[in-house]
T-cell receptor
Framework: ELKVEQNPLFLSMQEGKNYTIYCNYS?????LYWYRQDPGKSLESLFV?????AVKQEGRLMASLDTKARLSTLHITAAVHDLSATYFC?????????????FGKGTKLSVKP | GAVVSQHPSRVICKSGTSVKIECRSLDFQATTMFWYRQFPKQSLMLMATSNEGSKATYEQGVEKDKFLINHASLTLSTLTVTSAHPEDSSFYIC????????????FGDGTRLSIL
């Protein structure tokens, strides 16, 4: 059974600081996603990571994937208030229902001025 | 732009009412769509996988007679919560994957269901 663990679950940061969110998963998968969710809203796709060593960057966010360690990271550089949201990693579950996603519990990020 | 449209966005109704939620893929065909449920301050949990032209696949613990899924066309899946009760109140989100290896799963805007 595929399990996805995300940490930390809560993260309070000062603007301008850097931090990393970690996502571990328990079985082999070929797709890992990062999503952002604002309060009361649905999920916004941030990154799709498909191969070992994949690194993608968008603005102040950078995601990487190490399939051997079954670990993905989401790195935040020089955080700004607008990044405050809940971030989810999700792993495609091909042992389950046709590639449905198994989600981590989410990291609630609060960036303070 | 949005690639998955979900409707309605909010429903408030009395206990015992049945509620239908629609999920449409825009500009692409989705043979498979997924229905998730999210309780407050929790993560998303898969309820069922909707397959065009065949029966849905339900996750363990999800009552198929309670949550009826119909995927009658390549662009539309519906979830009907039958005889809803307060414990069914939640945020329901559908998703579909745009064809192509590098494509993410796109999510609808979600439906917030409140049963009084």
């Amino acid at each position: 059974e595929l399990k996805v663990e995300q940490n930390p679950l809560f993260l309070s940061m000062q603007e301008g600081k850097n931090y990393t969110i970690y996502c571990n998963y328990s079985t082999t998968s070929d797709r890992l996603y990062w999503y952002r969710q604002d309060p009361g809203k649905s999920l916004e796709s941030l990154f799709v990571l498909l191969s070992n060593g994949a690194v993608k960057q968008e603005g102040r966010l950078m995601a990487s994937l190490d399939t051997k360690a079954r670990l993905s990271t989401l790195h935040i550089t020089a955080a700004v208030h607008d990044l405050s949201a809940t971030y989810f990693c999700a792993v495609a579950n091909y042992g389950g229902s046709q590639g449905n996603l198994i989600f981590g519990k989410g990291t609630k990020l609060s960036v303070k001025p | 732009g949005a690639v998955v449209s979900q409707h309605p966005s909010r429903v408030i109704c009395k206990s015992g009412t049945s509620v239908k939620i629609e999920c449409r893929s825009l500009d692409f065909q989705a043979t498979t769509m997924f229905w998730y449920r999210q309780f407050p301050k929790q993560s998303l949990m898969l309820m069922a996988t909707s397959n065009e032209g065949s029966k849905a696949t339900y996750e363990q613990g999800v009552e198929k007679d309670k949550f009826l899924i119909n995927h009658a066309s390549l662009t539309l899946s519906t979830l009907t919560v039958t005889s809803a009760h307060p414990e069914d109140s939640s945020f329901y989100i559908c998703s579909a994957r745009v064809p192509g290896r590098n494509q993410p799963q796109h999510f609808g805007d979600g439906t917030r269901l409140s049963i009084l």
